[in-house]
């Protein structure tokens, strides 16, 4: 149904924008078009229109859901760490393993925070997360579980895809154009997940460019000439092309594979070990379909409860960086590029602000409102396994990863060895 806007109302609302319009059913001529016939269609005069952000999502989340969250971190505030296992744990509980890459996901689809200098130019809030493996590595498992997880999600599929499907299209309808938003646009303060990434052509791949730092759409089509908001974060995936991978290229140029904030590589290495507890997980808890209902661990969160979480933590917490954590981001920004083998795609400016992005959103799944130590020490391990040759931690395989039996021990030892590491020991 075609919504007509006047007066006041006109420029209220962009492609992409879920909007509640009130307004008065109307019949109205369409064009007459020679040697056709005259049709009447239905419209919507609107006298009202209220464009929504993350406000849907909150209906969702009820009082009683925010005081369950209110009491669980109050139970588990002597063991914090064990509390957010917990959470990593109910995400995508078919794939055994992959734990760095369920937190990387997870922090991704909660982002961080977005702010505008007194200008008016605005730095991203939103983090990109690019996974390249091999096939089998459960990729688009979790492109999928992601998408369903986030209070507004767009999935898409670079097989195919175009520069108009990504961006915007302009539509010749009954002699008139008009704009058609396409996914990164559709997806404006969501998730755009995108599968098969290596698969767009090159000439599609530059229009992500401006979308996935300006968080915008520039469109000059048809004699038409307008800016679309496509403030998304994009979580990609693709698969490795022979050598690449192995050779620590996900075969992306430098300017695309800046803007992504994490890489993850998962190379399925043949492990003997690692392989029987793959396979006993499938056929003994139900992982492959064989049993009609799985029964999750008592622990375990339920979908709806970890999607509100998800929801909630978004829209009630701003954490600010505490002085502690700065130190903590500013020492391994400053390791990285004295590094000598460090990527010049990937230790850029972009890359403090994208350990910032990622402690940011850490502190949210941690239920507060400012980045503590152990903040930025889980953003440092995180890139740590994203950059080709870790200068704190060493190269981390991302894939065959779990969850530690004693989370508290485990990460009090890692954050240890981190602030040694980096000249910090004192703030331990």
Same mark, same amino acid.
């Given at each position: 149904?075609?919504?007509?806007?006047?007066?006041?109302?006109?420029?209220?609302?962009?492609?992409?924008?879920?909007?509640?319009?009130?307004?008065?059913?109307?019949?109205?001529?369409?064009?007459?078009?020679?040697?056709?016939?005259?049709?009447?269609?239905?419209?919507?005069?609107?006298?009202?229109?209220?464009?929504?952000?993350? %406000?849907?999502?909150?209906?969702?989340?009820?009082?009683?859901?925010?005081?369950?969250?209110?009491?669980?971190?109050?139970?588990?505030?002597?063991?914090?760490?064990?509390?957010?296992?917990?959470?990593?744990?109910?995400?995508?509980?078919?794939?055994?393993?992959?734990?760095?890459?369920?937190?990387?996901?997870?922090?991704?689809?909660?982002?961080?925070?977005?702010?505008?200098?007194?200008?008016?130019?605005?730095?991203?809030?939103?983090?990109?997360?690019?996974?390249?493996?091999?096939?089998?590595?459960?990729?688009?498992?979790?492109?999928?579980?992601?998408? @369903?997880?986030?209070?507004?999600?767009?999935?898409?599929?670079?097989?195919?895809?175009?520069?108009?499907?990504?961006?915007?299209?302009?539509?010749?309808? @009954?002699?008139?154009?008009?704009?058609?938003?396409?996914?990164?646009?559709?997806?404006?303060?969501?998730?755009?997940?995108?599968?098969?990434?290596?698969?767009?052509?090159?000439?599609?791949?530059?229009?992500?460019?401006?979308?996935?730092?300006?968080?915008?759409?520039?469109?000059?089509?048809?004699?038409?000439?307008?800016?679309?908001?496509?403030?998304?974060?994009?979580?990609?995936?693709?698969?490795?092309?022979?050598?690449?991978?192995?050779?620590?290229?996900?075969?992306?140029?430098?300017?695309?594979?800046?803007?992504?904030?994490?890489?993850?590589?998962?190379?399925?290495?043949?492990?003997? %070990?690692?392989?029987?507890?793959?396979?006993?997980?499938?056929?003994?808890?139900?992982?492959?379909?064989?049993?009609?209902?799985?029964?999750?661990?008592?622990?375990?969160?339920?979908?709806?409860?970890?999607?509100?979480?998800?929801?909630?933590?978004?829209?009630?917490?701003?954490?600010?960086?505490?002085?502690?954590?700065?130190?903590?981001?500013?020492?391994?920004?400053?390791?990285? /590029?004295?590094?000598?083998?460090?990527?010049?795609?990937?230790?850029?400016?972009?890359?403090?602000?994208?350990?910032?992005?990622?402690? %940011?959103?850490?502190? /949210?799944?941690?239920?507060?409102?400012?980045?503590?130590?152990?903040?930025?020490?889980?953003?440092?391990?995180?890139?740590?396994?994203?950059?080709?040759?870790?200068?704190?931690?060493?190269?981390?395989?991302?894939?065959?990863?779990?969850?530690?039996?004693?989370?508290?021990?485990?990460?009090?030892?890692?954050?240890?060895?981190?602030?040694?590491?980096?000249?910090?020991?004192?703030?331990?």
């Amino acid at each position: 149904i075609a919504v007509v806007l006047e007066r006041d109302l006109v420029d209220r609302v962009k492609s992409g924008d879920v909007v509640t319009v009130t307004g008065i059913v109307m019949c109205r001529w369409r064009p007459a078009v020679s040697e056709g016939r005259p049709d009447i269609s239905v419209a919507i005069r609107a006298s009202s229109v209220s464009v929504h952000g993350d %406000q849907m999502a909150q209906r969702a989340v009820t009082g009683a859901r925010r005081a369950e969250f209110g009491r669980f971190w109050a139970e588990h505030e002597s063991a914090a760490m064990r509390a957010r296992d917990t959470i990593i744990a109910s995400m995508c509980p078919q794939i055994y393993g992959l734990f760095y890459v369920k937190l990387a996901v997870l922090l991704v689809v909660i982002g961080g925070v977005a702010c505008t200098d007194a200008a008016g130019m605005r730095v991203r809030g939103e983090a990109h997360l690019l996974m390249v493996g091999d096939p089998g590595t459960a990729k688009s498992q979790l492109l999928r579980y992601a998408a @369903r997880l986030a209070p507004r999600a767009v999935l898409a599929t670079g097989v195919g895809s175009t520069s108009a499907g990504l961006t915007a299209a302009a539509i010749k309808e @009954r002699g008139e154009w008009q704009l058609e938003a396409g996914a990164l646009v559709l997806a404006d303060r969501g998730l755009c997940c995108i599968d098969e990434f290596g698969s767009i052509r090159g000439a599609e791949r530059n229009a992500v460019l401006e979308a996935m730092e300006q968080q915008s759409v520039s469109v000059a089509k048809a004699g038409m000439v307008c800016r679309l908001n496509a403030r998304c974060t994009v979580l990609a995936a693709t698969n490795s092309q022979h050598g690449l991978l192995a050779a620590g290229n996900a075969g992306l140029p430098a300017p695309l594979l800046s803007r992504f904030d994490l890489v993850l590589k998962l190379v399925d290495t043949h492990d003997e %070990q690692w392989d029987a507890r793959v396979s006993s997980f499938l056929l003994g808890n139900g992982g492959l379909g064989l049993t009609d209902n799985i029964q999750l661990p008592s622990n375990m969160w339920a979908f709806d409860k970890l999607q509100a979480y998800v929801a909630y933590v978004r829209a009630a917490f701003r954490p600010r960086i505490s002085r502690a954590g700065e130190q903590v981001l500013v020492r391994y920004y400053q390791r990285q /590029r004295q590094h000598d083998r460090h990527s010049a795609a990937r230790t850029t400016v972009r890359l403090l602000e994208s350990l910032i992005r990622v402690a %940011q959103a850490h502190a /949210r799944l941690m239920f507060r409102g400012k980045v503590l130590v152990a903040d930025a020490v889980v953003a440092v391990v995180l890139m740590e396994a994203t950059m080709q040759t870790g200068s704190v931690l060493g190269a981390a395989d991302a894939l065959h990863t779990t969850a530690p039996a004693d989370s508290d021990l485990f990460y009090a030892e890692l954050e240890a060895l981190v602030l040694r590491r980096l000249d910090l020991a004192h703030l331990g």
